[in-house]
């Protein structure tokens, strides 16, 4: 499905959303041509009705360009540039706790976000409808079919619910219908918990719906898609992330017990495995692998006008993206002569300082060579026609101040300069089963059986010493790329008890303290950091650690976005990061443009 488009069609009803404020008092209707009430009758629109929903995932708002933002920078992996500080601020305060609610950043994923409910809700009202006996329900095939994409659309909806509530609480509004127009277009807030509720059953009736992976990839045009896996890892994620997720939930309320049977249905379904190169799960040569359980599709479109109409909707006509994500210009290497990217973010110190070093301070943990541009990694292939290493790559003007600090994103970036970065068909990579495996054993670990908690965290480390298999030319011959196994099993790094994640000022003084891996919780924390960097889930898994009571190292977990400014100056020397305050920094403020057209909506805690 790395080409699934919008018909135009479908934009009939999805748009609607976005121009209430027009409401002509004649009528335009054309009595020859196709409607919304006509249109969905043929098997072929239904599925349609669904891709349009899959569109949306594309837009701005989505991950085209703003959720990566929006997922990563508010964690303590993250720190944003000069670039983004002058010229793309809106970026830079969500990663220095100072949002404020008219963010463009912000406002553009909470309509993107309620758009792609509103289109997962327009295709199961044309199922559900089934005009015209368009399946036959009493026909095997065409009753799979149906399921099958009735499972896709609640999936998509289930997905708009789980992040909205994430960003900024449950106490939002919330529809399973599409919206009715009149006084539905200023609906209040939903009661505390309810959202929670429907979310959990979106992922349930996906999975009970939706076919296990290998059904759905036996036709490769389908390739991309929900699956029951999908389904059943985001119902995971949400019941442990219950305490940040149910407005009528507290800490210690995650739902460890069912968490578990829903990962280890994943696990022995057979269907997923992790690939052999890290570096597959950043990159476009080997996208929809058997590790990956849900990606966001992109498509790399040089002629971008008029291939994905629903793309228009973002702020200023110059972000239409077509089927292109942004996230390779934005946030991956350096904007240095070689390389020409934006570099809006950069991987913080904190990150850095993460991974298992040897004697001399050298990082032995081959994932951080094949994610992120740092010293001794990766080659580059430069403007100048050259494979360039570190120095080269960050060079010129201010990067010789700062060599040893600045570091950049390999992950969902080419290996190279391209003149038309913006302009990326790299898929994003929502959920892969490492995590499955991290997430499980973390449900081991609360559920009192460590020594299982070991195995499966074992078996992610063990990939990180895989030799890798045909590397790029950026890779070849590097150290890091023979498997010798530099990475110690985490029984053994906890009984050597390394003090990882410290950030030390130039002058001496401790900026992070660090953590001492030396229990398997510690072990657990640490492998879900130099595993899933910059993947989305950093911050969530703050959060849910936090209110954790059974996790001895709670009261700790914020400790590192609390100090974030000192780390974000000895990185860049760039000062204004607030202090983070739990109570207000967990969410970001409802948008000003909600709050002036909907009298029913007050602000959160963000506000």
Known sequence: MKRIKLYCSVLAGILLLLFTGCEPGMEYANPTAESDATYYNTQEHLIYAVNGAYNILQRGGCWARCMPFMLNARSDEYAFTSGAAAGEPSSASLSEYTVQADNDFMSLTWQDLYVLQYAADFALEKLDANQDNAFDLSNTDDKALYDRLRGEAIFLRGLSRFYLVFFWGDQIPDRDYTTTGGEDYTLGASEPGVIYQKMIKDFQDAAGLLPVRSVVYADEANIGRATKGAALAYLAKAYMGRPILDGTAGAGDAEWGKAKEALKKIIDSGEYELVNNYRDNGSDANENNKESIFEVQFCKSLDTDGYNPVADGDIGSWTISGQNTWRQIELTSPNSTESGRWWNGQPSLALYAEFERDANGNIIDPRAYQGLWIPDGARFLGKSGEWIGYDDLFSGGTFANWKGKWFGVRKYGEDGFVSDA?????????????????????????????????????????????????????????FYTEGEGTLPSGEELIAAAPTLGRVVADDGTVILPGTTVNTARRLLKHEYSVELYWEGWRFFNLMRWYNNPNDPDAASMLDNLVNKNAVQVAQTGLTGTATFNYAKDLRVPVPSSELSTNPNMVGNAAN
């Open 422 to 478: 913006g302009k990326s068909g790299i898929n994003d990579r929502l959920i892969r089963y490492a995590d499955v495996l991290l997430m499980y054993a973390e449900c081991c670990i609360e559920t009192g059986d460590e020594t299982t908690a070991l195995t499966y965290i074992d078996q992610v480390r063990a990939r990180a010493n895989n030799e890798m298999v045909n590397p790029s030319e950026a890779d070849q011959e590097m």
